[in-house]
């Protein structure tokens, strides 16, 4: 039996102390919020994404950007069916949704994180509040595990499943990459993923609130396509949001060196030409009314006067007195809607942090750190992250229960 000191009482420290604990270990987790899973209540806008219904190993893999190889072993060791499997055990109940995504029944987050916290402590975990601060080492092995009130916990393995730097008011702060610093580790530049983006455009302002679905987004750096998707996003104050401006925003590596913008086709199921034809249509049956009252059938309301404005045709202009130039002009235009994009929000607005620690210096077949005997990583500290969907929190249960079966 191995006295083991998980740190952080998230997604992927609670199913790794569940999992060790099972095994006969004798399991702490250390968590400095007053309640575990703080992070997971407010996934997927408190429903929790908990998985993606993507059974093939290729499909997990394809939609991780970021140092995909390293989670091979991981991932065929717990797929995504594993992890319904042990919801539904739990006593959740699971359902399939739009693009594989999977949420409880329930659209209740809080039915996952009692599911988790009570798996831990019914298998034998304990868990503690506090704050891990050093480690006190022997060698090139952790002894004990130091806390903010001077604690010590003696251990004989110890997990890192502390989480990035995003939604900080979680607990997330970044408390883990320090702690693997200070044993000798690399941590890669942090940054924001599956973030919001900010847009100078000056129209912005005027479309905050304006929800957008079925459009398709193209992202480019520079001339160069870089991303494409289909499905929803939303204008803000700032800029844009939403799912496919999130998983956009974990494809932009040079923000500030390279010019970024995004197109979005606000009619993509038309081509040009059928586009052309309808918009034909509409200015038939508004053949005398002025230009500006001439959309309301095609587009929504909060974007008529962007459009109008961007056209150059003037929102006076009587309907039969567009030109053929102008009104093609007009169905490119709403084929091909760009906003410059100049920024992410901050990293606390993030929904996963890019970056972590150095993936070389970690085994991807048992999660053990390669510099300290006894250290293991999970979750959101590697330097892992994916698309939105389920993948992320998939990344942080098939890290989770590597750990477990190697410690």
């Given amino acids: 039996m191995s006295k083991i000191v998980i740190i952080g009482g998230g997604a992927a420290g609670l199913l790794c102390a569940a999992k060790s604990a099972e095994k006969g270990n004798d399991v702490v987790i250390i968590e400095k919020m007053s309640r575990c899973g703080r992070k ?36 065929s060791n717990f797929m995504p069916y594993d992890t319904m499997a042990l919801f539904e055990d739990l006593g959740v109940p699971l359902k399939v949704e739009r693009g594989n995504r ?7 987050a809080v039915d996952i994180v009692d599911a988790l916290v009570n798996y831990a402590k019914q298998s034998g975990a304990q868990i503690i509040q506090g ?7 022997d060698g090139n092995v952790i002894k004990a595990v130091v806390l903010n009130d ?17 939604y900080p008011l979680t607990g997330s702060t970044g408390d883990g990459y320090t702690l693997a610093r200070s044993v000798g580790h690399t941590v890669t530049p942090l940054k924001p993923s599956l973030v919001p983006l900010v847009c100078p455009n000056n129209f912005i302002p005027k479309l905050q609130g304006l929800s957008l679905k079925n459009i398709e987004i193209t992202l480019f750096e520079g001339e160069k396509a870089i991303y494409s998707d289909f499905g929803e996003m939303i204008f803000t104050h700032y800029g844009v949001s939403g799912p496919v401006i999130l998983s956009a925003s974990s ?12 197109k979005i086709d606000l009619k993509p199921a038309l081509d040009f030409h059928t586009l052309d ?42 309907v039969n007195q567009i030109t053929r130039e102008q009104r093609l002009k007009l169905v490119d235009l709403i084929k091909n809607f760009y906003v410059t994009v100049s920024d992410f929000r901050p990293i606390d607005e993030a929904i ?17 750190s390669k510099i300290i005997d006894n250290l293991y990583f999970a979750g959101e500290i590697i330097d892992v992250d994916a698309y939105t969907g389920g993948f992320n929190l998939q990344i942080a249960f098939s890290t989770a229960v590597l750990c477990a079966d190697n410690m």
């Fill in 277 to 318: 034809k309808r918009v034909c249509r509409d200015f038939e049956e508004f053949a005398n009314k002025d230009f500006v009252n001439s959309l309301s059938k095609l587009l929504p309301n909060k974007l008529i006067p962007v459009i109008v404005s961007l056209s150059g045709i003037r929102a006076g202009e009587k």
């Fill in 150 to 166: 001077k604690t010590k916990i003696e251990c004989d393995k110890v997990c890192l499943c502390t989480g990035g730097k995003s």
């Fill in 352 to 368: 996963v942090t890019s970056g972590g620690v150095n993936v070389k210096e970690i085994n991807p077949k048992t999660m053990c």
């Fill in 131 to 137: 704050t891990a601060k050093a480690f006190e080492l």
């Fill in 40 to 75: 997971l209540m407010i996934t997927g806008k408190g429903r929790c994404n908990v998985t993606n219904a993507s059974f093939e190993l290729d499909d997990l893999i394809s939609n991780v950007p970021t140092n995909p190889r390293f989670l091979y072993s991981a991932f």
């Fill in 251 to 262: 494809h932009i590596k040079n923000m500030g060196k390279k010019p970024y913008k995004i």
């Fill in 102 to 108: 999977v949420f409880p029944q329930s659209d209740k």
